[in-house]
């Protein structure tokens, strides 16, 4: 026994110098790709023969997340951050190599600056918007009824829309873990949170999801969005129903010490973190790169925006400083599952995000219902951002250039259908919640509830319980509004 200890420590030491070591690899070539301003033409990646063999290490990565955590030989060494830093690193940097064999160095140093310069955005705002969450807490047992409950989780697909879905996230999760502490049946509950709160319930405004905000970036109109507001109400109201008809069902199958405590008094701590969390919204809205700031005429530097967020996330550790957030539960482990992760994912989906930019027009997606579909299954699969840039793409190339009824304007980049952008939007947002890996949020819900004793579904158990209640959802959407 002595000797697996030793064994085991001795694995986790040389994962963690692994894991190091690759990131400043992957750190130092997307820095040497930026210096040298290098490009990487969707169209050439496609033509190569062998592209199937560049997208081979996302494959394997996904594949890895499934897998992994249900093999007893490998479950304790992947649950590890060090662990999943280390393999996403070495297969975001084995497709790399594909690039750098098949188009040469450039293109590969390219690949890795794009990657960069989409993570580290996405990044600083997934932890800017846990550590500013992270100083507001809900004091007070509310009642784990399931009335209580569906309420909790309206609550937060409404304020996906103001603060986020990270935001919102962060925010009530905690709370609705803590209330249904005693329950034996929580799994549902958390995966219905990230259908709703993390995922469906950010699409009225640019600032609800990722997607929407670079489709805003793209000169997308900033209140288009709020013209989904149909689908979204459909979506939420019947997903809020089955949620609460599966409750309660479960809810009867308590013994009745498990059913919870009655509610009392709840009450709001960290206003003042409140209040970042909003600075922080406008702030996403508003500081653009290469855009003068409204009414100051001042143009914010590279990743002003970024520095920004991590200033007021300073502040609200000046508000609640971090041995007192400890007291009550906070950790930065979640984040840091989804930092490892995502770190070797934006690296690896480079190959297949450049093949689908490449052929997307081959594709005859022609139609809402076919972007909706098209766009959601990558965005189950790839960070559901970028996919929408690239079906965006594709939009407005199956667009007629000229002004007109339906036509959303896109600034310099001309016109999109709105038919066809509302299929695109609809399908990176509520599809986003198809996998763990969706989007952002999702995996971070995913890692408190763990935390907190709820024994979730790894990747292909999610994944399941996804496809049979959301894809019957989502068919209903495409026949009402998208057919």
């Known amino acids: 026994m002595h000797g697996t200890h030793l064994a085991s420590a001795g694995v986790a030491r040389v994962t963690r110098w692994a894991a190091l070591g690759l990131a400043l690899l992957a750190a130092l070539l997307a820095l040497r790709g930026l210096s040298i301003g290098a490009k990487l033409e969707s169209g050439a990646v496609a033509a190569q023969a062998s592209w199937w063999l560049g997208c081979v290490p996302f494959v394997v990565l996904l594949g890895a997340m499934a897998v992994l955590p249900l093999i007893p030989a490998t479950e304790h060494w992947w649950e590890r951050n060090a662990s999943k830093l280390a393999l996403s690193g070495v297969l975001g940097l084995i497709a790399l190599a594909w690039l750098a064999s098949n188009l040469g160095t450039e293109a590969a140093l390219h690949a890795a600056a794009h990657g960069a310069l989409e993570y580290v955005p996405f990044i600083v705002l997934l932890l800017s918007l846990y550590v500013i969450a992270g100083g507001v807490r809900l004091e007070g047992r509310l009642p784990a009824s399931t009335t209580a409950n569906t309420t909790m989780l309206a609550i937060g697909a409404v304020l996906a829309n103001l603060l986020g879905t990270t935001g919102a996230s962060m925010l009530l999760i905690t709370p609705l873990l803590r209330s249904n502490a005693h329950r034996t049946y929580r799994v549902h509950t958390v995966i219905f949170f990230i259908f709703l709160v993390s995922n469906v319930g950010g699409c009225l405004l640019p600032i609800g999801d990722p997607p929407l905000f670079l489709g805003f970036l793209r000169g997308v109109p900033f209140f288009w969005t709020a013209s989904l507001w149909r689908e979204w109400l459909v979506a939420l109201a019947m997903l809020l129903a089955i949620y609460a008809v599966l409750d309660r069902q479960l809810q009867r199958r308590e013994p009745l010490g498990s059913r919870g405590a009655p509610g009392g008094r709840v009450r709001i701590h960290g206003w003042p973190s409140v209040g970042l969390l909003l600075l922080a919204v406008v702030v996403v809205a508003v500081v653009q790169h290469g855009r003068p700031l409204p009414l100051l005429g001042f143009t914010p530097p590279p990743l002003g925006r970024e520095f920004a967020l991590l200033a007021l996330a300073g502040l609200s550790l000046g508000f609640?400083?971090?041995?007192?957030?400890?007291?009550?539960?906070?950790?930065?482990?979640?984040?840091?599952?989804?930092?490892?992760?995502?770190?070797?994912?934006?690296?690896?989906?480079?190959?297949?995000?450049?093949?689908?930019?490449?052929?997307?027009?081959?594709?005859?997606?022609?139609?809402?219902?076919?972007?909706?579909?098209?766009?959601?299954?990558?965005?189950?699969?790839?960070?559901?951002?970028?996919?929408?840039?690239?079906?965006?793409?594709?939009?407005?190339?199956?667009?007629?250039?000229?002004?007109?009824?339906?036509?959303?304007?896109?600034?310099?980049?001309?016109?999109?259908?709105?038919?066809?952008?509302?299929?695109?939007?609809?399908?990176?947002?509520?599809?986003?919640?198809?996998?763990?890996?969706?989007?952002?949020?999702?995996?971070?819900?995913?890692?408190?509830?763990?935390?907190?004793?709820?024994?979730?579904?790894?990747?292909?158990?999610?994944?399941?319980?996804a496809a049979t209640i959301l894809i019957p959802v989502f068919t209903l959407v495409t026949w009402l509004f998208l057919g």
């Open 320 to 465: 609640e400083p971090w041995r007192a957030r400890k007291s009550h539960g906070f950790s930065l482990a979640p984040m840091a599952e989804v930092a490892a992760l995502f770190a070797g994912i934006f690296l690896a989906m480079q190959v297949p995000l450049a093949v689908l930019g490449a052929k997307g027009a081959e594709l005859s997606l022609d139609a809402p219902w076919k972007l909706f579909w098209a766009t959601g299954s990558l965005s189950s699969v790839l960070d559901n951002a970028p996919t929408y840039l690239v079906f965006l793409e594709v939009a407005r190339g199956a667009t007629q250039q000229v002004a007109g009824d339906g036509m959303v304007p896109l600034g310099a980049e001309g016109w999109v259908r709105g038919d066809l952008l509302t299929g695109v939007s609809l399908g990176a947002v509520f599809m986003g919640a198809m996998t763990y890996i969706g989007n952002g949020p999702n995996l971070m819900v995913r890692a408190i509830a763990a935390r907190e004793g709820v024994r979730m579904p790894g990747f292909g158990g999610y994944a399941a319980w």
